[in-house]
């Protein structure tokens, strides 16, 4: 099935700072790309969608400032964590869907990037 | 609008006994439902679709789904347990051109 990767996988860092996670499909060029956040013992908590060379869609109650979105080609997004605080530490999951094997609306997963703030 | 409710927040059964995990879904259009599985500090992994197609899906690792339009449900099952499948299992659903909503999950304990 499609691949796609995340990078990195953990990230710790200091208060203040910015922090940016990569994601790729491997395999396929993928139309959308979601970005998910996960906290502890719950479920995915859709924060945007991005498409390749517009900008992406957020959710109601993200801030657009705070997480930055880059769609720059069919097989890369990136997440930037602008300004990271303790309250931003989350597992963070992109998803890529696109691939012409795939079913409708199929989505395939990152392995996802655990952050931690200090 | 769309939505899925995973009956039960966790499920424990013996290895070698059946898994039934609960999904009900609310949708006013056809909708695509999948089934993902989530180990520790892991992405998700797809274990089944389903797409209009066969009500009946056979998925990853012996686990099937049956699609149940009159009950608005499609639970997951598989007929005997490993140590292996223990994990965090998510129903999601997603009726075309809108976003995927997945449940809340469901934490599956397989004891020895």
């Known amino acids: 099935g499609a691949v796609v990767s995340q990078h990195p996988s953990w990230v710790i860092c200091k208060s203040g700072t910015s922090v940016k996670i990569e994601c790729r499909s491997l395999d396929f060029q993928a139309t959308t790309m979601f970005w998910y956040r996960q906290f502890p013992k719950q479920s995915l908590m859709l924060m945007a969608t991005?498409?390749?060379?517009?900008?992406?869609?957020?959710e109601q109650g993200v801030e657009k400032d705070k997480f930055l979105i880059n769609h720059a080609s069919l097989t890369l997004s990136t997440l930037t964590v602008t300004s990271a605080h303790p309250e931003d530490s989350s597992f963070y999951i992109c998803?890529?869907?696109?691939?012409?094997?795939?079913?409708?609306?199929?989505?395939?997963f990152g392995p996802g990037t655990r952050l931690t703030v200090l | 609008a769309q939505s899925v409710t995973q009956l039960d927040s966790h499920v424990s059964v013996s290895e070698g006994t059946p898994v039934l995990l609960r999904c009900n879904y609310s949708?006013?259009?056809?909708?695509?439902l999948f089934w993902y599985v989530q180990h520790p500090n892991k992405g998700l992994q797809l274990l089944l679709k389903?797409?209009?197609?066969?009500?009946l899906v056979k998925g990853i690792n012996g686990f099937e789904a049956e699609f149940k339009k009159s009950e608005t449900s499609f639970h997951l099952t598989k007929p005997s347990a490993h140590m292996s499948d223990a994990a965090e299992y998510f129903c999601a659903i997603n009726t075309g051109g809108f976003k995927t909503i997945f449940g809340a999950g469901t934490r599956l304990f397989v004891k020895a």
């Open positions: 949708s006013s259009y056809s909708p695509s």
């Open positions: 389903y797409t209009s197609a066969a009500t």
């Open positions: 998803s890529a869907e696109g691939d012409p094997l795939a079913g409708p609306n199929e989505q395939f």
């Open positions: 991005s498409n390749e060379g517009s900008k992406a869609t957020y």
